[in-house]
């Protein structure tokens, strides 16, 4: 079955320093993925997605590029700020975008 | 706020009492999923509803779990004699199917917390 792969957190880095979160995915067909932020006390938002291979989702500065040879989808940010403290999960659904399949979640942690 | 609601937020229960927890997706959202988050983890999928057709239930969705989506807007989802290995956050989320170049983005509600003592 499809299954997602996250690296262990917590991440914990200081302001402005640059942000990766490895993701490696598991799945028949054509997959779309996702990354959903949890921040402290809220529900889940999605944050980026992409839908086919080398399309890249960006939003708020967070980026990740579908990589379908090395059936990866990493998160990145070039300078994080306190703000992004948050648990990310990546995520992804099979065709006919039913049930998100997720990954255990990344906490990350940033200090001022 | 149209956005997902969740009732209760928070549920606590006593070992073998049954609990039914409600989800008001977004208006107009033809697709409603349920999903079971434990701590450190991230959410498993549950079921989910086109209308108020169950299309899917997963293998975690015992005999004592039941969702129902009876018009096609609001969904319950009953636990019967729970257990402690029930205690969970239960997510409900909703979405609108549109074709396949259409909005499939999955909305989430802020959950309802089961603590089973």
């Known amino acids: 079955g499809n299954s997602v792969t996250q690296m262990e957190g917590p991440v914990t880095l200081s302001e402005e320093a640059f942000l990766t979160i490895n993701c490696t995915y598991t799945a028949t067909g054509y997959p779309s993925l996702f990354w959903y932020v949890q921040y402290p006390g809220e529900g889940l938002q999605l944050l980026l997605k992409a839908t086919k291979a080398d399309d890249k989702g960006s939003n708020k500065g967070f980026e990740a590029t579908y990589r379908k040879e090395t059936t990866s989808f990493h998160l990145e940010k070039g300078s994080v700020q306190v703000s992004d403290s948050a648990v990310y999960f990546c995520a992804l659904t099979g065709t006919g975008f039913q049930k998100l399949v997720f990954g255990t979640g990344t906490r990350l942690l940033v200090s001022p | 706020d149209t956005g997902v609601s969740q009732n209760p937020r928070h549920k606590i229960t006593k070992r073998g009492q049954n609990v039914t927890f409600r989800c008001d997706p977004i208006?107009?959202?033809?697709?409603l999923y349920w999903y079971r988050q434990t701590l450190g983890q991230g959410p498993e999928f549950l079921t989910y509803?086109?209308?108020?057709?169950?299309?899917?239930k997963s293998r975690l969705l015992s005999d004592r779990f039941s969702a129902e989506r009876p018009k096609g807007s609001f969904s319950t989802l009953e636990i019967q004699r729970t257990e402690q290995g029930d205690s969970a956050m239960y997510l409900c989320a909703s979405s609108s199917l549109k074709g396949l170049a259409g909005d499939y983005e999955q909305f989430f509600g802020p959950g309802t917390r089961l603590t089973v003592l």
């Open positions: 509803f086109q209308n108020e057709a169950q299309l899917e």
């Open positions: 208006s107009e959202h033809n697709r």
